[in-house]
């Protein structure tokens, strides 16, 4: 069972380190807590769905950015949904607070219409989200892993 | 007392994202309440038996009657949502007849003061800051228990609805939704 403990352990080290990098917060045990055995998969189906989610979002916000004549409006809009869906749960929980941070500014440019500004925006929090989307699917591999080792 | 334990209180929640309808929903089923999630706050109205028509004019019979079946002792919605606002369903709850009674609570991401005041002024219970959580979840039990009351001390009345129920529609079987 040697193999076994040590995955547990490296699943605390590396939980622990996504806390301390703030990608996850304490928000994120609360999200924890509500699975059991009659709701295995909640925490998979939550994340699965955020980044659905959000990976539309991307796409749409880069399709905005692309026109020849650029709708603002339509913009802040998805900005405003990204920084919604990012900071009821996400904001705390799936450490997108980083992503929030980027919202904030990607906003910002939107009202003054830098089309530079939110394309540099834009690759910010494509950035982020693939960081965050990777840190994501490690935990929850590990999780896999040690389920599957009889954990 | 058997009865109190039997009826479990139904949750309807209405919130346009997805994910914050799966939270919710896990939320309430925590907390042994049956749930029901919708995605807007015009599918929470249809839900509720309030139809388009009757949204401006008083109540017909007929959406009285729909009310009738369906069981909701709780609506929480979410504030921002595209179309009618949860605020509006709010509103619209609170004029109708037949549903003002329904304590109503509000969720929203943004902490911005007038707006919770707006809220609570409009007859909210309570406005919960997204993300809601488990304590505040806690605080809805007393709300329902206290609409309970309110129901068991009309219950003459509710009495002579369920005779009528059984006039105009006997083979209607009361919409229940299971957990």
Known sequence: MDGLVQLQKNLVDYTASLFHEGFLDEQFNQLQQLQDESNPDFVVEVVTLFFEDAERLLNELSKTLGQPSIDFKKLDAHVHQLKGSSSSYWKCSIGAQRVHRVCISFRNSCEEQNVEGCLKNLQQVTHEYSLVKNKLETLLRMEQQILAAGG | ?179
């Open chain 2, 1 to 179: 007392m058997a009865m109190a334990l039997e009826t479990r209180f139904h949750v309807l929640a209405v919130d346009d994202s997805l994910i914050d309808r799966m939270l919710i929903e896990r939320l309430l089923k925590t907390s042994s309440f049956n749930v029901t999630t919708v995605d807007s706050a015009t599918k929470a109205l249809k839900f509720l038996g309030l139809v388009e028509d009757e949204f401006r004019t008083f109540e017909s019979s007929v959406a009285s009657q729909i009310h009738q079946d369906v069981d909701v002792n709780l609506i929480i919605t979410d504030y921002c949502m595209p179309g009618m606002t949860g605020y509006d369903l709010l509103r619209k709850i609170k004029e109708s007849k037949s549903l003002k009674n329904i304590p109503v609570v509000i969720m929203s991401s943004e902490n911005v003061p007038s707006r919770i005041n707006r809220c609570l002024d409009e007859g909210a219970e309570e406005f919960f800051l997204k993300p809601v959580q488990q304590a505040d979840v806690n605080k809805l039990k007393p709300h329902l228990m206290k609409s309970r009351t309110k129901e068991e001390n009309e219950q003459p009345l509710n009495n002579k609805r369920k005779d009528m129920e059984e006039i105009y529609s006997p083979n209607k079987t009361r919409l229940r939704c299971s957990s």
